[in-house]
């Protein structure tokens, strides 16, 4: 599957992406390996990617395999859209 990353990690699953990190900082010590903080809450927020129907992308009912049309634009922070830093 040629994919982005984004769309590999929703395809692995989230909370799994989080998990094998949190294991990688604690067992090799490293904190470049500690999962970013909008992973952990996404994963806790239920959005854990294709399995869920959400993650990075949102996925149509019954169709998993590719991402709803308008879904690349999830993100905000406050007011302002995480992906062009506008308002």
Known sequence: HPMGPLALA??????????????M?????????????????????????????RGFFEYETGDRDAPSKGSGRLFRKGNQDVNTGKQ
């Open 25 to 53: 900082a604690r067992e090799s010590g490293e904190e470049r390996f500690r999962p970013a903080p909008l992973l952990c809450r996404m994963a806790v927020a239920g959005r854990l990617g294709r399995k869920a129907g």
């Open 10 to 23: 929703d395809l692995i699953g989230l909370d799994t992406c989080r998990a094998i990190l949190e294991v």
